[in-house]
């Protein structure tokens, strides 16, 4: 155990300053959530004491996978809720860390903030995606969806707000890698729908 303390508080102090700077500036984008989630997770490792060394090591493990989802060949650099081609990983990695943080026995109360902010992170990724496809900056709370499936959008579209609807339906529920998986979905869906008209002129296509 001494030795991955070691590890965390090496990269502490990084991360804090990659966080400090997103505060700083006051735009939080889903990377910046992450990144803030990463250093959360840390700090407990750091700074609480376990009864279980079952839940230091699902901790350890939720940092790892979180850590493999802020590779940054999958975020688009400087538009930190756009993902590259290869950005689907970025859920696996989220997932597979909310569904450690779930193992925790004597923590998850503790923890409860960390898988919040890998929900919000997930759903603002596939929220800014259906978004762009639609040429808006709407909320997409459930109202909005339901009125936008009236209307009959892109099947694609439609797939993606069906799908980000049970994301919050699946939140709602408590169930936390359910919801990240529906966002995934929500997100691959808005990916295959037809480019906004005016993205030539705004430089995305």
Known sequence: MKASLYRVLKTVLALYLI?????????WSSRD???QTHLDLQTVLV????????????????IEHLAESLDLSYWTLGVGDTLTDDGKKIFYGVRKAAKDLEKTEGRLVE????????FAATCSIAENEINYRLGSSMVLDEQAILDLLDQQQDKE????LENYLEAVEDHSAQEIPDAIKRCKEAWKHARKAPQP???ELIGTC
């Open 19 to 27: 966080s400090a700077g997103a505060i700083a500036n006051g735009s």
């Open 197 to 199: 008209e005016n993205c």
């Open 157 to 160: 579209i439609d797939k993606a």
């Open 111 to 118: 923890l409860a903030g960390s898988l919040e902010e890998m």
């Open 33 to 35: 959530i992450l990144v």
């Open 47 to 62: 700074s609480a004491s376990f009864e279980e060394e079952k839940d230091f090591q699902r901790i350890e493990k939720a």
